[in-house]
């Protein structure tokens, strides 16, 4: 069985819900379909909820109002029927006097996460309703009965694949398994949501617990690009990628997948497959655990950079100095994302700047700090070993005409990293793919 995932934007409409129905039942296999809220729904909910907070429930009534009002227009252009047209109406009126429920009552942070739940709520029950009118063998299953994270809020595994088991064998037989992505239940058995890679990591917990031949996930563009399209001219889609390249160019700004999300999949040894529901024959990018040797795949960059110099004398034989430092950054939450050091100095970069200011205050205590702000991290992925010789000189004569404040090379076998300044950063991306991928 497949998993196939469908974010906002692919059931953004009725006419793209009835695609996507298309989409899952051409192969008459069954298969295991996770859906995200409909594009625009989520950041309506989180509207309402902060005009709750605010004690304004006349904003959030005109809010819910305007949210029901579309949802009710969307009937109409979904369903043919009037059987299929009622039932979805009753659906929707139940949900929004639930929403309207709120602004009656004193707010409290859990019902903040119920409030954006029914974002996918509403788009996996009218999915489910044009199937069955269309006479599709299909089951609507909620996350909520067994999606769940632990008390560090990362996903439960065992939990999951135990409770899914159940619910699948109480439901056999069917073509169309669907079900809500990002959501979930809590430790405590609260609504919560998964965060990190919202429905792309339900996508891959459930692949992972059903143990599915393939997981797939859906967007707009034709699987994960060499480079940025928005920027650089002549960009291609990557084919084939490592678990571990998809992970880099991910976390070093690859929009269209989160380097979370495919963890569970990469431990299960289940390939996941990026297409595109605009050209659903299209291949796509393949990920799974093979390597291609001896192959530059990607660029990807990360902006909003923050680079951080610390300069000491005591440094040279000082034994704690690093710990010491990056105690401070633990203490305040703000990961690293690159290091880089000398007998007298260490530099590090990071994309939080929240707490900046004490950060900075407390590493003064040990050297002299400076800062530069508006960098941006440039990350070049593929078969990067130290023994494919050349292979750095390749990224480093593409960035001859750029000023680089920092390289990491080294810490990963598939990635080598430059922090520059934002203003360069075009006019890099453009020189490494004409230099790796166009000549």
């Given at each position: ?86 039932i979805t109406r009753e659906f929707l009126k139940s949900e929004f006097q639930f929403l309207r429920s709120f602004t009656k009552d004193l707010f409290t942070s859990f019902e903040e996460k119920s409030i954006v739940a029914q974002g996918e709520i509403i788009s996996t029950n009218m999915v489910v309703n044009y199937m069955k009118e269309q ?95 928005r920027i650089v001219d002549k960009t291609e889609a990557v084919r084939q990628l490592h678990f571990e390249e998809a992970a880099e160019l991910a976390y070093f700004g690859a929009k269209i997948l989160h380097p979370t999300c495919v963890q569970p999949a990469k431990f299960a040894g289940i390939p996941v497959r990026l297409k595109n529901t ?162």
């Amino acid at each position: 069985m497949k998993v196939m995932k469908f974010g906002g934007t692919s059931v953004g409409s009725p006419e793209r819900m009835k695609s996507v129905s298309q989409l899952v039942t051409r192969s008459g296999e069954p298969v295991f379909v996770v859906l995200s809220a409909m594009s625009g729904t989520t950041n309506s909910l989180v509207e309402i909820s902060n005009y709750l907070y605010k004690k304004n429930p006349e904003g959030a009534n005109d809010v819910i109002n305007r949210l029901e009002q579309k949802y009710m227009e969307h009937v109409e252009a979904l369903y043919s029927t009037d059987e299929y047209k009622q039932i979805t109406r009753e659906f929707l009126k139940s949900e929004f006097q639930f929403l309207r429920s709120f602004t009656k009552d004193l707010f409290t942070s859990f019902e903040e996460k119920s409030i954006v739940a029914q974002g996918e709520i509403i788009s996996t029950n009218m999915v489910v309703n044009y199937m069955k009118e269309q006479g599709i063998n299909a089951v609507l299953l909620s996350a909520l009965d067994f999606m769940r994270t632990d008390k560090n809020g990362e996903p439960d595994p065992g939990y999951i694949k135990e409770k899914l088991a159940k619910v699948m064998e109480e439901n056999e037989g069917y073509q169309i398994y669907l079900t809500q992505g990002f959501i979930c239940r809590n430790a405590y058995g609260e609504i919560d949501n998964l965060e990190r890679g919202g429905s792309d990591y339900t996508a891959s917990l459930i692949g992972a617990a059903i143990n599915a031949d393939e997981i797939q996930i859906w967007t707009d563009i034709d699987g994960m690009h060499n480079n940025d399209p928005r920027i650089v001219d002549k960009t291609e889609a990557v084919r084939q990628l490592h678990f571990e390249e998809a992970a880099e160019l991910a976390y070093f700004g690859a929009k269209i997948l989160h380097p979370t999300c495919v963890q569970p999949a990469k431990f299960a040894g289940i390939p996941v497959r990026l297409k595109n529901t605009m050209e659903p024959d299209a291949p796509g990018t393949i990920i799974d655990n093979v390597t291609v040797r001896g192959k530059i795949k990607a660029v990807a960059a990360k902006d909003n950079i923050t680079a951080i110099k610390i300069k000491s004398s005591r440094m040279l034989l000082a034994t704690g100095f690093l710990r010491k430092v990056f105690e401070i950054f633990e203490s305040y939450q703000t990961a690293i994302d690159m290091v880089a050091t000398s007998e007298v100095g260490v530099s590090m970069s990071i994309d939080n700047d929240a707490h900046l200011h004490d950060i900075v205050d407390e590493l003064k205590k040990y050297g002299t700090v400076t800062v530069d702000s508006d960098m941006c991290i440039i990350c070049v992925v593929g078969d990067l070993d130290w023994s494919n010789i050349g292979f750095e000189t390749l990224a480093t004569d593409a960035m001859k005409n750029i000023p680089v404040r920092m390289i990491s090379y080294g810490g990963s076998n598939y990635n080598i990293s430059f922090l520059i300044k934002a203003a360069d950063k075009k006019r890099a991306l453009q020189s490494l793919s004409d230099t790796l991928f166009n000549k």
